[in-house]
Structure formats: C-alpha cells, structure tokens
C-alpha cells in the first residue's frame, strides 16, 4: 500500500500566460493516491509496483513507477 502525491495539470489547457496561472489559479493542485501492488523493483529514487501477477510464473502486468520523493506513506499488505 502506497500514498503518493501525483501531479496534476488543467484539463483541456492550451497555450497560456505566466499572468493567467497567477490571476487564475490560486494554488497548483495535486492529487493525492493510494495504490496497492506487488513490488516489482526498488531504487534510491523510484518505487516499481505491479496491480496484476500471474500466479504460475514470476510474470507482472500493469506496473506504475513511483518517484520516492511522492511518496507520503507506505506499508506492507499480507497477500491472502
């Protein structure tokens, strides 16, 4: 299980001036996540999890990288 800070971007924005995001926008938005997954790989500096494994053979589907520095919290989940 993993909480991470994802960035987030303004839907459908096309060319725009440093004054619209300074008299437009009141503060960045990010979206907070939680994610669940087999881990599948780990650096300094990213988080690899995996949402699908295949049971017979060490195979992994739908892998997500995380930079560690948007991680808020983790913690480890019994597989049943």
Avoid at 19 to 34: G, K, T
Avoid at 39 to 66: C, M, N, P, W
Wanted: proline residues 4%; aromatic residues 10%; contains cysteine.
């Amino acid at each position: 299980y993993v909480e991470w800070v994802d960035s987030y971007g303004i839907r459908n924005q096309t060319w725009t001036t440093k004054r619209f995001h300074q008299d437009e926008i009141d503060e960045p938005a990010s979206m907070l996540r939680a994610s669940v997954g087999w881990v599948v790989h780990e650096t300094a500096k990213s988080l690899v999890i995996a949402g699908d494994r295949q049971i017979a053979g060490d195979s992994f589907a739908g892998t997500l990288t995380i930079p560690k520095c948007a991680i808020i919290k983790r913690r480890w989940v019994k597989q049943p």
